[in-house]
């Protein structure tokens, strides 16, 4: 127990000295449970040709309108279920 204790303190010393981390993989990780959120939207959206026909026209204004926010990461895992 008391060298599991010591490991875990030299550990959190050594990560004291590293640089923190840049401000985008901060966002980045902070934005994952809201695009995993989404996702599951997704793929009840994908299901609707209505849906389909409209993010063939304008796929951020489709994602708008189904109330999602057309960030990149999700535009690109749209097109990908699509083309499944």
Known sequence: MANELNLEIELAAALRTTAAPPQAWIDAAVAI???LADLE??????ASGEFRAAFARDPQQALQDAGLEPSVPLV???????AA
């Open 33 to 35: 449970p809201a695009t």
């Open 41 to 46: 939207s997704v793929d009840r959206l994908v």
């Open 76 to 82: 690109a895992a749209v097109r990908e279920r699509l």
